[in-house]
């Protein structure tokens, strides 16, 4: 007798599925009401490139005087530095306005739609700073960075 297979997955492709949504205030990080989604603005149609928004986790080396092996323990969980890079408007009316520096708030990533009962990510987050990206050559483009301030709330259910 063999193992279970894994259910198969219904694969997609993120871009023009998944939402990024920010929102000002979420009461508990770990389920966040619709009316508190439907405050937020859908940032989605704007970003260029996302970079990082990933949770991970560390480990720490666990010796044992009796073995020449070294094994590890899991220790502490770090989501690395994050940002999000949005077209600029030529009359300056673009995420400017919404993510200056010092903003706090959260960023919520629906990655299969923000569909009831589907499963989101929530990152309390502050915006560090928004750099102009200065390529001659391309789109006119702003990079937001963010801190990750706390522990993000991981697949969190989508409400109604």
Same mark, same amino acid.
């Given at each position: 007798?063999?193992?279970t297979?894994i259910?198969?997955s219904?694969?997609?492709?993120?871009?023009g599925?998944?939402?990024?949504i /920010?929102?000002?205030t979420?009461a !508990?990080?770990?389920? $966040?009401?619709?009316?508190?989604i439907n405050? +937020?603005t859908?940032? *989605?149609?704007?970003?260029?490139?996302?970079s990082? /928004?990933?949770v991970?986790?560390n !480990?720490e080396?666990? $010796?044992?005087?009796?073995s020449?092996?070294i +094994?590890?323990v899991? *220790?502490?969980t770090t989501?690395g530095?994050?940002?999000l890079?949005f077209?600029?408007?030529?009359t300056?009316?673009d995420?400017r306005?919404?993510?200056a520096? +010092?903003s706090?708030?959260?960023?919520?990533?629906?990655?299969e739609?923000?569909?009831?009962?589907?499963l989101a990510?929530?990152?309390p987050?502050?915006?560090?700073?928004v750099?102009?990206?200065?390529?001659?050559?391309?789109v006119?483009?702003?990079?937001?960075n963010?801190a990750?301030t706390r522990?993000?709330?991981?697949n969190?259910?989508i409400p109604?």
């Amino acid at each position: 007798m063999s193992a279970t297979p894994i259910t198969a997955s219904d694969r997609y492709y993120r871009q023009g599925v998944s939402k990024c949504i /920010w929102v000002p205030t979420i009461a !508990t990080l770990a389920s $966040p009401t619709r009316s508190e989604i439907n405050a +937020g603005t859908d940032l *989605s149609d704007e970003i260029s490139a996302v970079s990082g /928004w990933e949770v991970t986790g560390n !480990t720490e080396d666990a $010796p044992a005087l009796g073995s020449v092996f070294i +094994g590890k323990v899991s *220790s502490t969980t770090t989501a690395g530095d994050s940002s999000l890079t949005f077209y600029a408007d030529s009359t300056s009316t673009d995420v400017r306005t919404l993510l200056a520096r +010092g903003s706090a708030g959260f960023i919520v990533w629906a990655w299969e739609g923000d569909v009831a009962g589907q499963l989101a990510d929530v990152f309390p987050v502050k915006v560090t700073s928004v750099p102009k990206q200065t390529d001659v050559s391309s789109v006119a483009q702003l990079m937001v960075n963010f801190a990750i301030t706390r522990e993000p709330a991981e697949n969190v259910d989508i409400p109604a």
